[in-house]
């Protein structure tokens, strides 16, 4: 079972590059997340969506861009990269229903650099 | 305001031991509580939640914990630890202003010694 797929893995960018990083989930999930985590922070949300075609800022918006045209795909766009992005980013989705209510899946993450 | 407080950033336990990973709160209505943990180089994943109920809820693992409603604690536990739950714990809350979203502790290093 798939779950939440995350790429690329690993990236490495120079200041003032700009990249898409790619999420999708085959659990016909309405909502999902993107997350940063930071060395000895807890996940900080960036924007989050509700179904397709409905997209929200999250906790640290700024510097970043979502897309949700179908309900798999939820991609994190970084325009003009800088250093203080630096991060671990996780994709996550939530399902439906009582029993499955509010239990975020994550993928493996995507580490970035920016130098 | 909302917030989850981790207030340990690492703990040591030997195997065998029991251990607990502490937890507090400050949210909003009635809190639907999370732990999930994360393994090095894994994303985050759900070990078990409080949404109602007994106070003493078990999940993945053999993990347990205790919700007080009084000290606003969600205490992670497991009573007797081994060397392969070594990993990085979150508590989580969900946001009383949002169904949609949950607000994180900063983590905490379990670290079990042989």
């Known amino acids: 079972n798939a779950g939440v797929t995350q790429t690329p893995k690993f990236r490495i960018l120079k200041i003032g590059q700009s990249m898409t990083l790619q999420c999708t989930q085959d659990?016909?999930?309405?909502?999902m997340y993107w997350y940063r985590q930071d060395p000895g922070m807890g996940l900080k949300l960036i924007y989050y969506?509700?179904?397709?075609?409905?997209?929200d800022k999250g906790e640290v918006p700024n510097g970043y861009n979502v897309s949700r045209s179908t309900t798999e795909d939820f991609p994190l766009r970084l325009e003009l990269a800088a250093p203080s992005q630096t991060s671990v980013y996780f994709c996550?989705?939530?399902?439906?229903?009582?029993?499955?209510?509010?239990?975020?899946?994550f993928g493996a993450g995507t580490r970035l650099s920016v130098l | 305001a909302q917030s989850v407080a981790q207030p340990e950033d690492q703990v040591n336990v030997a195997e065998g031991n029991p251990l607990t990973v502490k937890c507090t709160y400050s949210?909003?209505?009635?809190?639907?509580l999370f732990w999930y943990v994360q393994y090095p180089n894994r994303g985050l994943q759900f070990l078990l939640k409080?949404?109602?109920?007994d106070n003493l809820v078990k999940g993945s693992y053999g993990f347990e914990a205790e919700f007080n409603k009084s000290q606003t604690s969600f205490h992670l536990k497991k009573p007797s630890a081994l060397v392969s739950d070594s990993a990085l714990y979150f508590c989580?809350?969900?946001?009383?202003?949002?169904?949609?979203?949950?607000?994180w502790g900063a983590g905490t290093k379990l670290i079990i010694k042989p």
């Open positions: 996550a989705s939530r399902g439906q229903g009582d029993l499955a209510k509010n239990i975020q899946y």
């Open positions: 659990m016909n999930h309405n909502y």
């Open positions: 969506s509700v179904g397709a075609g409905i997209t």
């Open positions: 949210v909003s209505g009635n809190p639907y």
């Open positions: 409080y949404i109602t109920g």
């Open positions: 989580a809350v969900r946001d009383g202003r949002s169904n949609y979203q949950l607000i």
